[in-house]
């Protein structure tokens, strides 16, 4: 399902497995053990050096564990620029002395230009919770000599009936035809979550680590307060049903958000999930919460991304490794550009009187279930629209003549 929201993007979800593992009703506490794990990420920085075209560069980082217990990665994100995306990694749990990777890709524009940002890896480490090395690129066009055609070299494409220009092309003409798309599995209707007092109960969580606590984020009362409780959704738990169930289990759920980003900025990202979740802008993952402990559903985690004026597809999935299930996400903004650059500027922010979007959004409305199963369009066809899902096939056929005037 794509729904169309005006103002701007994205969203998660996930759930709970082994709760008398996990601690369900709330408790986050570790046990004492001798061993700890630990965190190397390199290369630092992850250098891209000097792009010369558009297009899209890719570097492979390694996260080591030289620590003598298991390194768990609870989430990988990058704070900077959205030319630069990352995948999630090999593997979520590191052996000691083993190591993992995941791949941090650059997209070259075609105008000359520097562009810096970070890669965050968050995990159980004891030396480093939270590892960065640094990102850099830079990307010179170069001068290809070719000027503007003269007078006397401007060509002009006539097309066939029902076919237009091909903006740039001077030879080729084409045609769009939509048709519907069609789910390739069970569709489930969207429904508020039934509240849980451990949602959100130890508040909101900042990227540098700072918390609040309180009616609004969450606080540790007892009381199914917080954002969470207010945003969670996941599926209906029967047709005609206004609370979600719990099913399906050991599946991803998700959906895709078209957003109206009206003007350029900073934009604060809040979500959690029970268990799992991750979140991508434009198909780039922005966030990844990978493991399936309690502190993704127990904290409402924190996010300042920067999105540009237009129409941006949000996708958001979740997964629930069992019991009960839910997954929430809000986007508030604009800020101006630059201006959430830690967690003193993020908590000052106005997040309430600038919410855009949220899960919650979504009720009433079905989404597909499963790892592969989403819409389906024939052959020849590529799956597009935000209102609703459709097929787009297009045609390409030579202009019926070139004129030269």
């Known amino acids: 399902m794509r729904l169309h929201i005006s103002v701007s993007a994205l969203a998660g979800l996930v759930a709970c497995s082994d709760y008398s593992f996990h601690g369900k009703q709330g408790s986050n506490q570790d046990q004492v053990d001798d061993t700890v794990p630990a965190i190397t990420v390199s290369p630092d920085p992850v250098d891209f050096g000097i792009v010369y075209e558009a297009g899209t560069v890719d570097k492979l980082v390694t996260i080591e564990n030289p620590g003598d217990a298991e390194l768990q990665i609870a989430a990988v994100r990058i704070d900077g620029p959205s030319v630069f995306t990352v995948t999630i990694p090999e593997a979520e749990v590191v052996p000691p002395g083993g190591q993992t990777t995941l791949t941090v890709s650059f997209s070259a524009g075609s105008s000359t230009s520097d562009h810096t940002g970070r890669l965050e890896v968050s995990s159980n480490a004891s030396n480093r919770p939270t590892a960065s090395v640094d990102l850099q690129a830079a990307v010179e066009m170069l001068d290809t000599g070719e000027g503007e055609p003269g007078p006397d070299e401007s060509t002009e494409c006539t097309c066939p009936d029902g076919f237009e220009p091909i903006e740039g092309d001077d030879e080729t003409c084409f045609r769009e035809t939509e048709t519907p798309a069609t789910p390739t599995g069970e569709v489930v209707e969207v429904c508020a979550i039934s509240p849980y007092f451990a949602y959100g109960n130890y508040g909101a969580k900042y990227p540098g680590g700072g918390v609040q606590q309180d009616t609004y984020w969450g606080q540790n009362d007892g009381v199914a307060n917080g954002r969470l409780n207010s945003t969670g959704v996941w599926g209906c738990s029967s047709p005609g049903s206004t609370t979600a169930g719990s099913q399906p289990v050991g599946s991803w759920v998700g959906f895709?958000?078209?957003?109206?980003?009206?003007?350029?900025?900073?934009?604060?990202?809040?979500?959690?999930?029970?268990?799992?979740?991750?979140?991508?802008?434009?198909?780039?993952?922005?966030?990844?919460?990978?493991?399936?402990?309690?502190?993704?559903?127990?904290?409402?985690?924190?996010?300042?991304?920067?999105?540009?004026?237009?129409?941006?597809?949000?996708?958001?999935?979740?997964?629930?490794?069992?019991?009960?299930?839910?997954?929430?996400?809000?986007?508030?903004?604009?800020?101006?550009?630059?201006?959430?650059?830690?967690?003193?500027?993020?908590?000052?922010?106005?997040?309430?009187?600038?919410?855009?979007?949220?899960?919650?959004?979504?009720?009433?409305?079905?989404?597909?279930?499963?790892?592969?199963?989403?819409?389906?369009?024939?052959?020849?066809?590529?799956?597009?629209?935000?209102?609703?899902?459709?097929?787009?096939?297009?045609?390409?056929?030579?202009?019926?003549?070139?004129?030269?005037?």
Do not use: K
């Open 256 to 405: 895709s958000v078209c957003v109206d980003v009206v003007s350029d900025g900073d934009y604060l990202l809040g979500l959690g999930g029970d268990n799992r979740v991750r979140f991508s802008v434009d198909g780039a993952l922005v966030m990844a919460q990978s493991d399936d402990h309690t502190r993704n559903f127990n904290y409402w985690h924190m996010h300042a991304l920067s999105l540009t004026a237009g129409t941006h597809i949000i996708d958001v999935e979740g997964y629930n490794a069992g019991s009960i299930a839910a997954f929430g996400a809000e986007l508030a903004g604009p800020f101006a550009a630059d201006s959430l650059v830690d967690d003193d500027a993020m908590i000052a922010a106005d997040y309430a009187g600038h919410i855009v979007w949220a899960t919650s959004d979504a009720i009433g409305n079905a989404f597909p279930l499963g790892d592969t199963v989403g819409w389906e369009c024939p052959d020849g066809t590529e799956l597009e629209g935000c209102e609703e899902p459709t097929c787009l096939e297009r045609e390409e056929v030579p202009c019926v003549d070139i004129a030269v005037p």
